[in-house]
């Protein structure tokens, strides 16, 4: 059982476009969103995160949106670069408590041409 | 500040033996998990260690324990090691403040274990 789902396995996106990364997730008890990227032979590092409180939290070139009633959140960013080709994973927490357990997806692979 | 170090980087081992990879978190960190990543079940929950204590448990066999130390170093072991558990395990420490609340994780880059 998957609770938190990341449909599209890769995206191919054009240097200084909009990149979309879609994630869903089937707890409702899931209050804390976060997402990582992940390179290879690298761990996964931190993007950027968002409590259910809020429905967007924007960093830079990263905005996070979340709609609790449809249990989706989205990653865009913009504009995308070539150094942002990575995995991106979604995780997912039933409080705002990260340290504890986190649920991720199964990731996109994001691969934005020059 | 140093980050998160794992060790060994790789490890090769034949099915029946047992493994033991290490775990650092950052200095002042004290919740350390272990995470389990293989392709065709992504990034999966093993366990979690706080103060010495383990915390929460992923749906994993008891094959796998844990531990941890007076100083927050965790190592983790995978005994009786079977094909399937050919994977690249990651460690990740976070801080957690007086009232319970932990900020977001940081990873190793996590040890890659080969079971032939």
């Known amino acids: 059982d998957q609770q938190v789902k990341q449909n599209s396995p890769s995206l191919s996106v054009q240097e200084g476009r909009i990149s979309i990364l879609n994630c869903d997730y089937t707890n409702s008890m899931f209050d804390y969103f976060l997402w990582y990227k992940k390179y290879p032979a690298e761990g996964p590092t931190f993007l950027i995160s968002i409590s259910s409180i809020k429905d967007k939290n924007e960093d830079g070139r990263f905005t996070v949106f979340l709609n609790k009633s449809a249990k989706h959140l989205s990653l865009h960013i913009v504009p995308s670069q070539p150094g942002d080709s990575a995995v991106y994973f979604c995780a997912a927490s039933p409080q705002d408590n990260a340290g504890n357990m986190l649920t991720f997806g199964g990731g996109t692979r994001l691969m934005v041409k020059p | 500040k140093a980050g998160v170090t794992q060790t060994p980087r790789y490890l090769i081992k034949t099915r029946g033996q047992q493994v033991t990879l290490s775990c650092s978190p950052i200095?002042?960190?004290?919740?350390v998990s272990w995470y389990q990543q293989t392709p065709g079940q992504g990034l999966q929950f093993l366990f979690e260690?706080?103060?010495?204590?383990?915390?929460n448990k992923g749906n994993f066999p008891g094959r796998f324990s844990g531990r941890q130390f007076s100083n927050s170093r965790s190592e983790m072991n995978v005994s009786t090691l079977e094909l399937g558990d050919s994977a690249l395990y990651l460690c990740?420490?976070?801080?957690?403040?007086?009232?319970?609340?932990?900020?977001?994780?940081?990873f190793g880059s996590g040890t890659q274990l080969s079971v032939l």
């Open positions: 260690y706080f103060s010495e204590t383990q915390r």
């Open positions: 200095s002042g960190h004290r919740s």
């Open positions: 990740a420490s976070s801080f957690e403040t007086l009232d319970g609340l932990n900020e977001k994780l940081f």
